[in-house]
């Protein structure tokens, strides 16, 4: 599986769940809100180094993700779970990296949100698993890949692992992955499916026919993402239940409908690669008939501040 991390007191956790209005999720049980709306935070890239006070690009990766996870911790509607979608560390995955990563996310276990991680290009396997081997991470079915199947009341959430070569820009999915997500989503085809990968299908290649949702930056997504996103693209169109594929990668926020999938590129929470790219999270709702995403910018004046986007459940 992906790192697992639980909330620090279950039973302060279950206490704060009664008093608190919205939907609220303790290891992937989602308990729907009066609405039956279930709602879950997602971050990507946050690059964490060990020192906090590490600047890339004038950006403090460590403040934009303390404040990133305040915001999460705050919201009126809290979220059921928080996914961070790869790229943890800040370029190599190194021990003293994850150690402050950790440390970043006591205040959300301590609010009893559960926290899912996956694995970016900039991560590494060996200290990521070290760092986090208190938690009790489970044997993947996929060796030497981290793969996870997280439930709800209303979807389940599939993340893998793109993960090739640590600080290496391309990923790859491998086909022993390939098969096994195939045959989870039709083993799970009762409820709609979500994807997560770390790495991006190639827009210009694979998805230029589709429609454009959301376009920021001039849909910059480059070749460099995912070297076996042909056979990715195979297997989410044959499974009717897949709503949607994130990823993250490129430090951009767009989305584009393609096949009747939407294609969700998440922002990054450190540092955007041009000023016109957003860094912030995406606060994902979903109930029975259809889900939407909105992205929380770090600066408010952003002119993509609060943008929502419906993703219909295909067949719906």
Same mark, same amino acid.
């Given at each position: 599986? +992906?790192?697992e991390?639980?909330?620090?007191?279950?039973?302060?956790?279950?206490?704060?769940?009664a008093?608190v209005?919205?939907? /609220?999720?303790?290891?992937?049980?989602?308990?729907a809100?009066? %609405?039956d709306i @279930?709602?879950l935070?997602?971050?990507?890239?946050t690059?964490? !180094? !060990?020192?906090?006070?590490t600047?890339?690009?004038?950006?403090?990766?460590? !403040?934009?993700?303390?404040?990133?996870?305040?915001?999460?911790?705050g919201?009126?509607?809290?979220?059921?779970?928080?996914?961070v979608?790869g790229?943890?560390?800040?370029?190599?995955? $190194?021990?003293?990296?994850y $150690?402050?990563?950790?440390s970043?996310?006591?205040?959300?276990?301590?609010a009893?949100?559960?926290?899912?991680l996956?694995? =970016?290009?900039?991560?590494?396997?060996?200290?990521?698993?070290?760092?986090?081997k208190?938690?009790?991470?489970?044997?993947?079915?996929? +060796?030497?890949?981290?793969? %996870?199947?997280?439930?709800?009341?209303?979807?389940?959430?599939?993340? /893998?692992?793109?993960l090739?070569s640590?600080?290496?820009t391309? =990923?790859?999915?491998?086909?022993?992955?390939?098969?096994?997500?195939?045959?989870e989503?039709t083993?799970?085809?009762d409820?709609?499916?979500?994807?997560?990968?770390?790495?991006?299908?190639?827009?210009?290649?694979?998805?230029?026919?589709?429609?454009v949702?959301v376009?920021?930056?001039?849909?910059?997504?480059?070749?460099? =993402?995912?070297?076996?996103?042909? $056979?990715l /693209?195979e297997?989410l169109?044959a499974h009717?239940?897949?709503?949607a594929f994130?990823c993250?990668?490129?430090h951009?926020?767009?989305?584009v409908r393609?096949k009747d999938?939407?294609f969700?590129?998440?922002?990054c929470?450190?540092?955007?690669?041009?000023?016109?790219d957003?860094?912030?999270w995406?606060?994902?709702r979903?109930?029975?008939?259809e889900? @939407?995403? @909105?992205i929380?910018?770090l600066?408010?004046?952003? !002119?993509?501040?609060g $943008?929502?986007?419906?993703?219909?459940?295909? =067949?719906?």
């Amino acid at each position: 599986m +992906p790192i697992e991390i639980a909330p620090i007191s279950r039973r302060s956790f279950l206490a704060h769940s009664a008093a608190v209005a919205g939907s /609220l999720a303790f290891i992937g049980r989602v308990q729907a809100d009066a %609405a039956d709306i @279930e709602t879950l935070a997602l971050c990507s890239d946050t690059h964490i !180094a !060990a020192d906090p006070n590490t600047l890339r690009s004038d950006v403090n990766m460590s !403040a934009n993700f303390k404040k990133v996870l305040q915001e999460i911790i705050g919201s009126t509607a809290k979220p059921g779970r928080l996914l961070v979608n790869g790229d943890c560390a800040y370029l190599t995955g $190194q021990p003293g990296d994850y $150690q402050t990563f950790l440390s970043h996310l006591t205040p959300v276990r301590e609010a009893g949100i559960p926290i899912t991680l996956a694995l =970016g290009n900039h991560d590494d396997r060996a200290p990521f698993r070290a760092a986090l081997k208190e938690t009790g991470i489970e044997a993947s079915p996929i +060796p030497d890949k981290q793969v %996870a199947i997280v439930p709800t009341k209303h979807a389940n959430w599939f993340l /893998l692992d793109s993960l090739e070569s640590v600080n290496s820009t391309p =990923g790859l999915l491998g086909q022993p992955q390939l098969d096994w997500l195939s045959r989870e989503l039709t083993k799970h085809g009762d409820k709609p499916a979500f994807v997560m990968a770390h790495h991006n299908v190639e827009y210009r290649k694979h998805l230029k026919s589709g429609d454009v949702i959301v376009d920021v930056a001039d849909r910059r997504i480059p070749a460099a =993402g995912l070297i076996d996103d042909e $056979q990715l /693209l195979e297997v989410l169109t044959a499974h009717p239940n897949v709503v949607a594929f994130f990823c993250g990668h490129t430090h951009q926020w767009n989305v584009v409908r393609w096949k009747d999938i939407s294609f969700v590129n998440l922002p990054c929470t450190a540092y955007p690669f041009l000023p016109a790219d957003p860094n912030g999270w995406v606060l994902c709702r979903h109930g029975s008939n259809e889900a @939407e995403i @909105e992205i929380r910018t770090l600066d408010p004046k952003h !002119a993509a501040q609060g $943008q929502k986007v419906k993703l219909p459940y295909r =067949g719906a």
